[in-house]
């Protein structure tokens, strides 16, 4: 063998050159021969690769291939992470249009809640409205009135009324008007409810002689 200090010429069995003194090293790079791809690297680096990022630094000067295997494990994995988080936000924005798109289709328009019947046909077949007595009570301090309606359901199905009622002096002027609201009547159910429970004082004489009738109704069917 040679010397790779002068290039003369040394025994095998020599740990110096008999000529420079340079030191003859004759055994393997024992951190070469343990040098080479690790499985367990390229894992670890794949499932959390900023572990593999930190392996990669530490043996690439010391042994290279163990952390190539870190790196492309980290790199792999870096890589499937934003794959994946690109799915999922794209299956959350489908997911959400398409649940948004069913809430707005279940959502019914205002034509299709109320119908669209005239207030004389409502009365004429689905509904009975009635007024009672208009009572006036003076407490001492202020007038207590209320008008007494009994509203009855006469559709075969349950529904809902919103009824504008109007008060109207002996000449057809309206004195002022007010609305209730028969929530959910199952078919022949009745409810009793008030009205012009707040009735300005200086209007109580006209209301006295009112007569009160039905201004306009919106059903609602369930």
Request: charged fraction near 25%; glycine fraction near 6%.
């Amino acid at each position: 063998m040679y010397c790779k200090n002068c290039g003369r010429t040394v025994d095998d069995t020599s740990s110096y050159c008999n000529n420079c003194g340079a030191r003859i090293d004759n055994k393997p790079n024992a951190d070469a021969s343990e040098d080479n791809s690790n499985l367990g690297f390229a894992i670890l680096g794949f499932f959390i690769p900023i572990v593999g990022l930190i392996l990669f630094l530490i043996y690439e000067e010391k042994k290279p291939k163990r952390a190539k295997s870190a790196g492309k494990g980290a790199l792999i994995g870096f890589i499937t992470e934003i794959v994946l988080a690109i799915i999922l936000v794209i299956l959350y924005v489908v997911f959400a249009a398409s649940l948004f798109n069913n809430i707005s289709n279940n959502i019914p328009a205002i034509g299709d809640v109320f119908s669209e019947e005239t207030t004389d046909k409502i009365l004429e077949k689905d509904v009975d409205v009635s007024f009672g007595e208009f009572k006036v009570t003076n407490n001492g301090y202020y007038s207590e009135t209320s008008l007494d309606i009994t509203v009855k359901n006469k559709a075969e199905e349950q529904c809902t009324y919103y009824i504008t009622i109007e008060a109207v002096d002996a000449n057809g002027a309206r004195i002022d008007t007010d609305m209730i609201y028969a929530d959910r009547l199952g078919a022949g159910q009745e409810i009793y409810l008030k009205a012009f429970e707040y009735v300005d004082q200086e209007k109580l004489n006209q209301f006295k002689n009112a007569t009160f009738k039905v201004l306009e109704i919106n059903k609602y069917d369930y």
